[in-house]
């Protein structure tokens, strides 16, 4: 699977972005999904999940009520909804894919990554 996130950008502090990752290959439908972000100095931190059914959408309590996260199997990508954006949200954003729902925390248990997409979040 290659994962192709976008959609980062240069927002304002209370303002909205989406981004998206599309996967390559026909077996997209059956990964759990997730989105991770990364600052310079940090580990790379979950930021949501999403299971190949769409049932099971566990989020980090940093961006509860402000991220959705949603998939699309038809057209092989996932998306994350960014609402009332705060300046530490500035990150870099991954998406990566893996295989079950175990530990999906976990950054070292993803199979695939994107390239990632950059997102700054002004005051």
């Known amino acids: 699977v290659q994962l192709q996130a976008s959609g980062g950008g240069l927002v304002q502090a209370g303002g909205s972005l989406r981004l998206s990752c599309e996967a390559s290959?026909?077996?997209?439908?059956?990964?759990?999904m997730g989105w991770f972000r990364q600052v310079p100095g940090k580990e790379r931190e979950f930021v949501a999940g999403?299971?190949?059914?769409?049932?099971?959408?566990p989020y980090a309590d940093s961006v509860k009520g402000r991220f959705t996260i949603s998939r699309d199997n038809a057209k092989n990508t996932v998306y994350l909804q960014m609402n009332s954006l705060k300046p530490d949200d500035t990150a870099v954003y991954y998406c990566?894919?893996?295989?079950?729902?175990?530990?999906?925390?976990?950054?070292?248990?993803?199979?695939?990554w994107g390239q990632g997409t950059l997102v700054t979040v002004s005051s």
């Open positions: 290959g026909r077996t997209f439908s059956k990964y759990f």
């Open positions: 990566a894919a893996k295989a079950d729902m175990m530990n999906y925390r976990n950054s070292r248990e993803y199979d695939y």
């Open positions: 999403i299971s190949w059914s769409g049932g099971g959408t």
